[in-house]
């Protein structure tokens, strides 16, 4: 008897399962269709392996293959416009420091297809979303910790040397010279995430200028990450995307009750005065204000602006991802969302 209850407890525990992911699946458009194959061109080992070569022919053929983003890399993120490409060639390749983080990036990135891969199934969703999106070259990138994510007339870069992970030996330096809450994100897990976060914000839906309260902001960064839920991988975290600690997410989940009596209480949601509201948006190591000893989660004001728009999409199931990206009336979005979350 006891196996029996056993075996019925993992069938219904299987069963559940399935329709759990069914349900999950059923909620995202198919878009096997659509015919997309997202590569990223590997312009480190580009460079790299050309270094053996003359400093003249490695220009024409980088300049040929790279063009505008060959032209940018050379003059504004590693050299200045006063050198030519070839004393900005010469000086890289005997740079030692460079062959030394080339030679990381390359162990921890032999190669991109878990990213390719992510971002296949991204940008898929929206494609399916946004038909007419222009979809950029990806080139990834050494620059010494000079650039993360630059966006190009026709190119979205990937700088590499900025997501080695903790375990890689540069991490220990990185840290001294970037404050640990921005540092710990520079791990692989986080490219595709960035990347449709770049692409979201610099392609797709700028911030109207009008955007001047806390509440607009608020409400403008809840549904960027809204549109991260509907086109990301499903198993990229909640915490990925807004960039917080596992600790940082139960805190604030645990706490949007206090959070949003705060904002009310201290009358914060229709501020215009820049410095008073960017303490909410703005990355940093905590909110000030909230919590105690410094224990809150950063960006609280980004973060309850998620909930806000998630509560609005959930209290009104006809509305578009199309229609909710187009709709710049924040506080439409607030009343109509119902947003009251019971303080603890």
């Known amino acids: 008897m006891i196996y029996n209850v056993k075996h019925r407890q993992i069938y219904l525990i299987f069963l559940f399962a399935i329709a759990f992911i069914s349900c999950k699946q059923a909620n995202r458009p198919d878009v096997s269709n659509i015919n997309l194959d997202i590569k990223i061109a590997r312009f480190d080992k580009a460079l790299y392996t050309a270094k053996a070569k003359k400093t003249g022919d490695v220009d024409q053929l980088l300049s040929k293959n790279y063009g505008v983003f060959y032209d940018d890399f050379v003059h504004k993120m590693i050299g200045a416009p006063e050198y030519s490409n070839d004393e900005v060639l010469s000086t890289l390749f005997k740079d030692q420091a460079y062959t030394d983080l080339t030679k990381e990036v390359d162990s921890v990135f032999p190669n991109l297809t878990v990213q390719e891969k992510g971002l296949t199934e991204t940008f898929k969703y929206i494609k399916y979303y946004y038909p007419k999106a222009k979809i950029p ?60 976060e770049t692409y979201a914000h610099e392609e797709l839906f700028l911030e109207p200028d009008e955007n001047r309260t806390l509440l607009s902001k608020m409400v403008f960064q809840g549904k960027i990450l809204y549109f991260l839920d509907q086109v990301l991988p499903e198993n990229i ?25 705060y904002f009310l209480e201290n009358n914060f949601l229709y501020e215009t005065d820049y410095q008073k509201i960017q303490v909410f948006l703005s990355e940093g190591p905590f909110t000030p204000g909230l919590g105690e000893n410094r224990d809150s989660a950063p960006k609280l004001g980004t973060w309850t602006g998620w909930q ?5 999409m959930d209290e009104n ?18 009343n109509l969302s119902k947003y009251k979350p019971k303080q603890k």
């Open 137 to 196: 070259k990806f080139v990834s990138f050494v620059s010494g910790f000079a650039y993360q994510m630059p966006v190009g007339d026709d190119y979205l870069g990937i700088g590499l040397d900025m997501f080695l992970g903790k375990n890689s030996k540069f991490y220990k330096a990185i840290v001294q010279s970037v404050p640990l809450y921005l540092s710990r994100r520079f791990s692989p897990e986080y490219i595709v995430p960035r990347v449709a």
């Open 237 to 261: 975290a909640d915490s990925t995307k807004i960039g917080y600690t596992k600790d940082q997410l139960e805190w604030a989940q645990r706490f949007e009750g206090d959070i949003w009596a």
């Open 308 to 312: 806000i728009v998630r509560k609005y």
């Open 317 to 334: 199931p006809k509305i578009t991802l199309q229609q909710l990206m187009a709709e710049h009336d924040a506080q439409k979005i607030l």
